[in-house]
């Protein structure tokens, strides 16, 4: 098993965020977590990639106790999040932006692992020494994942990375996130496009008010017209 956390706990003071929470992530899978706004999903991603301590429970990575390691430890284990609104330095080119992914790294791979993302995205090679303000919300979303691959990561997690992207884009960057995962990348993935996850997911869990309240294979919960409906809301809820 290449992730496993079990029991964790996230408060923020009083308001008790991730209460018990328990999943897996195999080696190449792609596994979602699903719900609403405000249940869970953003904080339990942050714990999970250092940026916010486990008030209990514990975190495992290929076989090892991260619980209590730092942010940019866990980055040179392989996890690495791509945040919710992409978060990219817009003060910043966008070689500049992308090479905030190497931070960590030590070997004589970088460049070489740059000019293949640029190769993999034109767009950003094309303004390559451009500040990133001037990106479209798809290519700052692009720029997210480039920076992201430059840490060479064994699990990548993505937090709504939908979010304000039009309908041409997301599907663009399903279809990316299908191919790095068939590439060898296990993916951690929350969005609130549900259909859109469970299509690509093999797994998924569906968190409310911070708790686990179903998992199953992305079929299952798919094919689970009331789960939808109580726990993740309408389409145009999700929309919204």
Same mark, same amino acid.
């Given at each position: ?71 940019? $430890? ?12 992409? $978060? ?13 992914? #190497? ?71 399903? #279809? ?15 969005? $609130? ?48």
């Amino acid at each position: 098993m290449l992730l496993e956390v079990d029991g964790l706990d996230v408060r923020y003071g009083t308001n008790h965020a991730v209460k018990g929470v328990s999943l897996t992530v195999k080696e190449g899978e792609i596994v979602t977590v699903l719900g609403a706004n405000g249940a869970g999903k953003s904080s339990l991603l942050k714990s999970i990639a250092g940026g916010v301590k486990a008030a209990s429970g514990t975190i495992r990575f290929g076989g090892r106790d991260m619980t209590a390691k730092g942010a940019s $430890q866990r980055v040179r284990d392989g996890v690495i999040l791509v945040p919710e609104g992409r $978060q990219i330095f817009v003060s910043l080119t966008v070689e500049e932006n992308l090479l905030m992914g #190497a931070y960590t790294r030590s070997d004589g791979a970088v460049a070489q692992d740059t000019e293949e993302i640029f190769e993999r995205f034109p767009n950003l090679k094309a303004r390559r020494h451009a500040p990133a303000s001037v990106l479209s919300g798809g290519e700052q979303q692009m720029l997210a994942v480039g920076r992201a691959l430059l840490s060479r990561p064994r699990l990548m997690m993505l937090d709504e990375p939908s979010l304000g992207l039009s309908p041409i884009v997301v599907e663009q960057l399903f #279809a990316l996130i299908a191919e790095l995962n068939g590439k060898g990348l296990s993916i951690l993935l929350v969005e $609130q496009n549900t259909q859109m996850a469970l299509d690509v997911a093999s797994r998924g869990y569906v968190l409310e008010l911070g708790a686990v309240r179903a998992q199953g294979t992305a079929a299952e919960l798919a094919e689970n017209a009331s789960l939808v409906e109580a726990y993740l809301g309408s389409e145009s809820e999700n929309a919204a």
